[in-house]
């Protein structure tokens, strides 16, 4: 059977004015060096270079997992324990290694500096280190810095700063050239090609994706440049963008055949293009995505879940969940509330979802426990605990891995909350 899901009913208030509990306990993400796992693969003649520890070092590589097979596109400069003194040593050898590197990898493009918490590192004037061996390697290599510190970044974060000093590197539009559409935030190339087919096809243009798969590619902005927000943990990115005259497009975001369409709508209003034109494009597709998400729904639905804050896509996949699902959230945690950018989210999530921003992780687990949700989403470190109390869990970082967004992604997003469900039952069959 398949529900109907009513695209532009009134959302009445859903949750826009509910309260949010907001705590500042002790937390437990992952920090800003984890987007360095999707964000290589995404811009492909970028290098990673983290300017950090050797705990740093281990979280790169084990969270990358498999894929430091092939010659990564990633790196740690290990700074040792050094007094103040030692300083002018470690930015000659940050020089050194930059040098070295750039020599061995001539195909490198664009060369991040990543900052992490080591008090060694905070010192470092990682800036000015990027200006200094930017001029040295201009034209051929552009250095750009950002925090992947764990003090200043969450796990989704590190995108954010990353796409932020990209900004003012992107080139401005040029006089007469038509502003376009921007679509903002590391997609999975094969998402980001559907994407780009099904806009073409609604008839906007031009369309660029920000961050492009090679620094050549990057997108000009200018005033007049219209972008849309393909992830929610871009408000740095948004303020820069805007900063040069670019202007947000406000839209749910596009997971879930809702939030998709929704999405593509926004888009096309923007250009004036109306909805009709954009239910024709996406018939088929919407209908394909229809068809696999009644296979997922009766897994799934009246089912509870809970979300601890780690991604910050909670807030879009609460409302996926319920709506399309039929599924019941307990609490839709998340590390930082946007209220501007999630306006649409707040808007259509079912009226009473308990929010709760930042978190005091003690007390969130006792609020987990008492409630016993069916699912909960969370961070690894929370993970292996709560199954052992006879919890079903998610981890938080799958859904940033996973391709989700768009139609043909809908009922593999399902799918990941569908099967921790099965085996739980297989295992207490
Ligand atoms: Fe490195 Fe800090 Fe992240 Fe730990 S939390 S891996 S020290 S940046």
Redesign the pocket.
């Known amino acids: 059977m398949t529900t109907v899901i009513p695209l532009h009913a009134e959302a009445a208030a859903g949750c826009s004015t509910a309260p949010v509990l907001r705590e500042r306990g002790q937390r437990e993400v ?4 984890t987007g360095i796992v999707w964000l290589h693969r995404k811009i492909q003649d970028a290098f990673f270079l ?1 300017v ?2 050797r ?2 070092a ?3 590589q084990s969270a990358a997992g498999g894929m430091i097979f092939a010659e990564p596109r990633f790196a740690t400069a290990i700074i040792d324990e050094r007094d103040l003194a030692g300083l002018a040593d470690a930015q000659e050898e940050l020089d050194r290694v930059v040098t070295r590197l750039l020599e061995r990898r001539p195909e490198i493009r664009t060369l991040f500096l990543v900052g ?3 008090s060694e590192v905070i010192k470092l004037d990682l800036a000015r280190a990027a200006q200094r061996l930017s001029q040295r390697f201009a034209p051929a290599v552009r250095l750009l810095n950002y925090s ?4 200043e970044t969450t796990f989704t974060q590190g995108e954010d700063a990353c796409l932020a000093s990209l900004v003012p590197t992107l080139p401005p539009l040029a006089a007469g050239a038509a502003p376009g559409l921007v679509v903002v935030g590391a997609l999975p190339d094969i998402v980001e090609d559907q994407f780009a087919r099904l806009l073409a096809d609604i008839g906007i243009a031009p369309v660029k994706f920000l961050p492009a798969r090679h620094a050549a590619e990057m997108p000009a902005v200018g005033a007049g440049t219209r972008f849309l927000l393909a992830q929610p943990f871009l408000a740095d990115t948004a303020k820069a963008l805007e900063g040069r005259g670019a202007r947000r497009i406000a839209a749910p975001f596009p997971l879930g055949i809702e939030g998709t369409t929704r999405w593509l709508e926004a888009a096309a209003a923007a250009f004036d293009i109306p909805a009709s034109r954009v239910a024709r494009v996406t018939e088929a597709a919407r209908t394909r995505a229809g068809a696999a998400l009644a296979r997922q729904r009766p897994a799934l639905q009246g089912k509870t879940v809970f979300f601890f804050p780690d991604s910050q896509l909670e807030l879009p996949i609460a409302r996926f969940l319920a709506r399309e699902l039929g599924m019941q959230v307990l609490e839709a945690g998340t590390p930082y509330l946007h209220r501007e950018h999630l306006a649409d989210e707040l808007a259509l999530l079912p009226a009473g979802t308990r929010l709760s921003e930042g978190q005091d992780v003690d007390r969130q687990l006792d609020r987990c426990r008492a409630q016993r949700p069916d699912i909960t989403v969370c961070g690894l470190g929370l993970a292996n605990p709560l199954e052992a109390e006879g919890l079903t869990t998610k981890w938080a970082i799958e859904l940033v891995f996973t391709p989700i967004h768009g139609y043909e992604q809908a009922a593999d997003l399902a799918e990941l909350f569908a099967r921790p469900l099965r085996r739980r039952e297989l295992l207490s069959a």
Not at 30 to 33: A, I, P
Not at 148 to 151: E, M, N, V
């Open positions: 992952f920090c800003g060096l983290v950090g520890s705990t740093c281990h979280l790169v992490s918490c080591p992947g510190s764990g003090i």
